[in-house]
Structures are given as C-alpha cells and as structure tokens.
C-alpha cells in the first residue's frame, strides 16, 4: 500500500511539473514572437509610409509649375471671349505626361472653366468647388490641398492646388484663379496587396480613406457620433458614404502605438491581429499595420511541444537511470564481451582495409598509365592531323605550280631583256635609257616578290591561334592565288557580298585553306565547261555568316554527294588527286566551330557552302569594299 502511495505522488509530481513547462514556455515564446512580430510590422509600416510620403509629395510642385504657363494666364484673363479647347488639350497631354488623373483650372469664383477631362460625361467644367478647402486656400494666396472623394467622379483622390496670379507685382494683388491637380491612389493601394499584412489609412476623423481590403475603405474606425457625422456630411469630403464602423476590438495595448486586436465583422473578423499605428505628419494622416498573430499560435504551440519533450525525455532519462545502475554489472559483463569480438573485428577490418588498399594502388597506376598513353595518342593524332593539312596544301601548291610558273617566267624574260639593253645603253653613254629600263626592272622584281609573298603566306603552317578574320579579305587572298589559272581558263569570277565588312573567329590560315581547296575543285570541274563561271558569295543570315562558292560545272553525281567528305574518296583520274581536300576542309570548319556542306544547283553545277558565326570585334574597322563585282 505505502509503495502504491509513493508512485501516485511521484505520478502527480511528475504531471504538474510537465504542465508548469508547458505553460511557461508558451508564454516565454509568446512574447518573444510578439517582439519579433512587431519589429517586423515597424520595418514594413516605415517602409510603406515613406513610399505613400514620397508617391504624393513628388506631385506637390505641379500645380505652382502649370499656373506660371502663359497660356493658362492669358485665357484666365478673358476666358469668355477666347476657345478653351487649346488649354484644355494642354491640360490633357500635361495630365498624361505627369501621369496624374485629372488637371483643370478655376476661376476666382471656383468654377472650372478648364479641365483635362473636357470630353468625358463627367467633366469638372461648369462646375463650382467653393465648398473645397483646396480652392479657399489657394485664393487665399498659399497652396492647398486636399483629400477626399470626387463630387462628380467619386473616386478617392488627392488634391494639389496654386494661386494663378495674372498681375502680381501690385502689393494688394489677389489670385486670379486656381490651378488644381488630383492624384489617384489605387497604384499605392496595388503594392499594398502583396504584402503578408494589412495595412490603413486613417484621418484626423478616423475614416479609413485608403485601406489594403477594399471592403475596409470609407468606414470608421471607431464608431462616429451623430455630430462628427453630420459635420463630415456637410464638407462632402466623402460625399454620401455611411461611413460604417469597421468593428475593430482592442483587446491589449502594448505602449501607446500597438495593440491586439481583432474584428466583430467585416473582411477582417474571426483572425486576431497585432496593430502598429505611425503618423504621417506632412498629411496629418495615421497609417495602421495590422499583422496576424498566426506566428505567434504557432511559435506558442511549438514551444509547447518541444519545451513537454524535453521535459519528457528528462523525465525518460530519470526513469532509464535507476534501471542502469541495477542492470550494470550485466552490462559491465556484455561490455567485456563485446570488447573482445570488437577486437577480432577490428583485426579482421585493418587486414581486409590493407588488401583492398593494395588493390587499389595498382588499379590507380593503370590507370594513370592508360591515361598516360590516351594523352600521347591524342597529341599524335593531332600532330598526324596537321601534318595532313599542311601536306594537302603543299598539294594544292603544286596544282598551282604551271600557273605560278607562267607568272614568274614573264617577268624573268622582261628583266633579262631591259638588262641587255641596259647594258647597250651604258656603253652608248645613254644614261638616260640605261636607267628607265632599271626602273623597269625593279618594278618586275616588286611583282615577283608579291608572287612569292602569296605563295609563303600560304604554305605556312598553322598557329592555330583564334583572331579576328574578314571574309571579304580572305575571299580576295585566296583569289589572288589562281590569277593565271582564271585568265587562262577564261573564267567570269562574280563576287557578291554586302558593303560593311563580315567578320569571324577562327584560324587565318586554315580558313584560307579551306577557301583555297574550294575554289581549285571548282576551276577542276568546269575544265570542259564552255563558258566557265565561279560565283564567290557571303551574306549575313541569324548571326551566321554563309559563305558560298558555285560553278557551272557538270555538278556532283547525286550518288557522291553522301561521300565526298569521306577521306580517300575522289572522282578525279588516278594521279590528280588523293580525295584529302574536302575531308580536310570539312574537319577544319569543324574545328573552327562551322560547317561545310555540299548540293547540286538548279541551274547546274556546284555549290559548297561555309557557315561560320558572325563574331565583329570590338571595334571593328569599316572596309569599303566592293559589293557586287565580276571579271574574267
């Protein structure tokens, strides 16, 4: 019986000390998600009321900037004996300029005799606004403003004025007219949507003007006396609206600025809310925050949770202790067994840790010596590959050989003609001849050394270094090379490419290759042609550059067009070739980052086709050159 006593008290012991933690951390929790709640609302609150601030006041110079206008001074001087519809289109382009919602303009009686809504059914003008403090004060001299809803618009809106003076140097000077501006507020009340917060405006009166909840807008925020709401009737700053309390209950203040509270009715009712309230002094407004204490349910809950598991699991671990010293010299025992097998284990794990470490170790040399032999197979490959390219070219080198020949041969006969004469002439005192045929000869020697300029350019071997290339230029040089071979042959070269100069990236000498093997196969195939002609082509399409040369050949057997890119593969005569060019050439523009591709024409012969990206340098030099040209 004792034994059954001392458990039920250490059972109620026990509860009552789970229920105080609980309670406690709830309420420590409470607070402190209070404390980070309000700093939260403070942050937005001071953010939102400085943009409401600086949305309204950067329309405050307006009204003063548009009432010093001439015009608005000359038709308010006789506005019965002029056409407003000037003054009021200038009053429409300044409103959509400004990006306000209406501007017009009243005459030292208050009615509109100008406005930017002139064409609307609800238009100011003919209207008289006597009753709006903005007109009292600004013919008064100062500038006004005001807020409320529009007598004939109803939409919320606030007011900017300024006295229109047509003389104002007399001293007894009184304003003319009014020049007033009204700003919408649905942009604010838009940004105000998408934050985790309500947030309102109220006035001196306590009406909510401006409000996140549309259902909250033109209510008070505390019930109205029959005065105060007669006496709001009569200015018409809210023209026939009820005014109906918002039915908000303060259930707690903290300090003079915050609150809870929460709502009987409305949008906002069933959800308790923590309420900051800040002034904005420059309107004499108050704008509210309300944040939903739903933070501060859920901090409290998991407080709750975590501060009754602690407690739980210290409460466990009481228990469990009382249990281990009973059960120790059992677990000192299966402790002692366990050290050993751990041991045998441990034992066992090195051995097997050391076999696998070994095995490793040489799975990693192969490894590396297959990566090893990888990477000396690459750079053969590659240095084969170059060693291809250049000797595909010296190919072309010799195909152009007879023609180079030819070019060299004329200007040798001409020097050793002009040097005998040369001679005649010295030994005839004839200084004069002796040294025009000089200057012959040195111009020849000039034209030899271009030829064979050409020719070094172009059996260099690569540099595989990126630069920026002009096609048009790369076109030329590659021309260049088959002079002989186009006047002996007869061929019409037509040359078609825009004025500003194409530019891509890539390798100067390979490109020229490319170009070079290119323009030899199409001289090759129009041998028997009777009227040959090569069309060098490139324009500009999507960023591509598309560089084109076509013939009017016999074309490519429909059956070859699959395998002319293939090594080895050739249609020439045994001897004239070795059916490299176009493989080379293909495998170029594929490292270049392009493509060559190959077709029949319609109107017969071949077309190879180059597209490389479009790549201009920063500041890429503008070469005139020649768009469309041919000769033979």
């Known amino acids: ?81 002029q056409n407003p519809m000037p003054l009021n289109l200038l009053l429409d382009r300044f409103r959509f300029t400004s990006g306000v919602s209406d501007v017009y303009l009243l005459d030292h009686n208050a009615t509109t005799i100008a406005a930017s ?81 309500e947030l309102l405006v109220t006035d001196s009166d306590n009406i909510i003007f401006m409000a996140s909840r549309p259902e909250l807008r033109m209510r008070a925020l505390h019930p109205l006396s029959d005065e105060k709401r007669q006496a709001l009737h009569e200015t018409r700053r809210y023209a026939i609206e009820p005014l109906a309390p918002s039915g908000i209950n303060i259930e707690a203040r903290y300090g003079t600025d915050s609150a809870l509270v929460s709502f009987s009715d409305g949008p906002l009712s069933g959800v308790r809310y923590l309420s900051l309230t800040r002034p904005i002094v420059e309107f004499g407004w108050n704008m509210h925050i309300l944040k939903p204490l739903t933070p501060v349910v859920s901090a409290q809950w998991i407080a709750a949770l975590m ?72 750079a053969n490959l590659r240095q084969t590959q170059d060693e291809l390219i250049q000797a595909a070219k010296l190919a072309v080198l010799g195909q152009l050989a007879a023609g180079i020949n030819h070019e060299l041969n004329q200007p040798l006969a001409a020097i050793r003609a002009y040097g005998e004469n040369a001679r005649r002439f010295l030994a005839l005192s004839r200084v004069e001849q002796a040294d025009a045929n000089l200057e012959q000869i040195v111009e020849l020697t000039k034209r030899m050394a271009e030829i064979s300029a050409q020719l070094r350019q172009f059996s260099r071997k690569s540099s ?78 999507q960023q591509q550059v598309i560089i084109s040369v076509m013939d009017n050949g016999p074309g490519i057997d429909d059956a070859h067009l699959a395998q002319i890119f293939e090594p080895f593969f050739t249609t020439k005569a045994p001897g004239s070739g070795l059916g490299l060019g176009l493989s080379i050439s293909s495998r170029i523009m594929d490292d270049l980052g392009g493509k060559l591709q190959a077709k029949n024409r319609d109107t017969g012969g071949a077309s190879f086709t180059i597209s490389l990206p479009f790549s201009p340098p920063a500041h890429a030099p503008i070469h005139s050159l020649k768009g469309n040209s041919s000769h033979a």
């Not at 509860?15 to 709830?26: D, K, R, S």
């Open 1 to 81: 019986m004792k034994k059954l006593r001392w458990k039920a008290m250490w059972l109620a012991i026990i509860t009552a000390g789970l229920v105080v933690t609980i309670w406690q951390a709830a309420r420590l929790a409470r607070e402190q998600a209070i404390a980070d709640l309000r700093d939260d609302a403070e942050n937005e609150l001071r953010l939102s009321a400085a943009n409401l601030n600086g949305y309204l006041l950067r329309y405050d110079y307006l009204p003063q900037m548009l009432a010093t206008r001439e015009g608005v001074q000359r038709f308010l001087s006789a506005p019965e004996s």
């Open 117 to 197: 809504n002139w064409h609307r059914p609800n238009t100011f003008i003919g209207h008289n606004y006597a009753f709006r403090s903005y007109y009292t004060e600004a013919i008064a001299g100062r500038q006004g403003r005001f807020y409320g809803l529009g007598t004939q618009s109803l939409e919320r809106g606030y007011f900017f004025s300024a006295p229109v003076w047509i003389d104002d140097t007399s001293p007894d000077a009184r304003p003319d007219g009014v020049m007033v501006i009204k700003v919408l507020l649905d942009d604010v009340e838009e940004g105000w949507a998408e934050q985790d917060a």
């Open 307 to 378: 501060a009754g598991g602690l407690y739980g699991m210290i409460a466990l671990g009481g228990g469990i202790g009382w249990q281990r010293l009973r059960l120790r010299r059992e677990r000192e025992a299966f402790a002692e067994r366990e050290r050993q097998t751990l041991a045998l284990v441990r034992d066992e794990l090195e051995e097997s840790v050391e076999r696998r470490t070994r095995d490793l170790v040489a799975s990693n040399q192969r490894l590396s010596d297959e990566i090893e032999e990888r990477r000396r197979a690459e």
């Open 464 to 541: 595989e270094r990126q630069e920026t290339i002009s096609v048009q230029a790369c076109i030329e040089y590659a021309l260049r090379l088959f002079h002989s071979r186009l006047r002996d042959g007869h061929v019409c070269v037509e040359q078609q490419w825009p004025d500003e100069t194409l530019w891509v990236t890539g390798d100067l000498v390979r490109l020229e290759q490319v170009l070079v093997n290119l323009i030899g196969n199409a001289l090759h195939a129009m041998k028997e042609t009777p009227a040959p002609q090569l069309i060098l082509s490139a324009t500009l399409t």
